[in-house]
């Protein structure tokens, strides 16, 4: 269910480290994390699953480290809808790393 996320993280860090731009490899990963994502949203049980919000918090950190604000930005609003959608943040207090990751 992850493979391409965390493909694409792996990409991108590559691509950092390295101080190059996204390659193919990090483009077609990023393209089926989206694909990931849209079929996710698209199901109500989902949706707001906390694997579904780790993947778009992710995004947003990974946009920031690429200088890419405006993803983020974007991303970060979608975030904070699926946190109100979800009840708020002290609803993630079950999945400390994920709990962690929002409240920063």
């Known amino acids: 269910m992850f493979t391409h996320p965390v493909l694409f993280c792996v990409s991108v860090i590559d691509c950092l480290l390295n101080q190059t731009p996204l390659g193919g490899r990090a483009q077609y990963h990023l393209g089926q994390t989206m694909v990931f994502l849209n ?8 949706a707001l699953h906390d694997s579904t919000i780790f993947v ?8 920031t480290f690429m200088g890419d604000y405006t993803t983020a930005m974007v991303h970060m609003k979608g975030l904070g809808q699926m946190v109100t959608l979800r ?5 993630f207090r079950h999945n400390a790393r994920l709990y962690t990751k929002l409240s920063r």
């Open 39 to 46: 079929q996710r949203l698209c199901d109500e049980h989902l």
């Open 56 to 63: 778009v918090a992710s995004l947003i950190i990974f946009s």
């Open 87 to 91: 009840g708020g943040l002290e609803n």
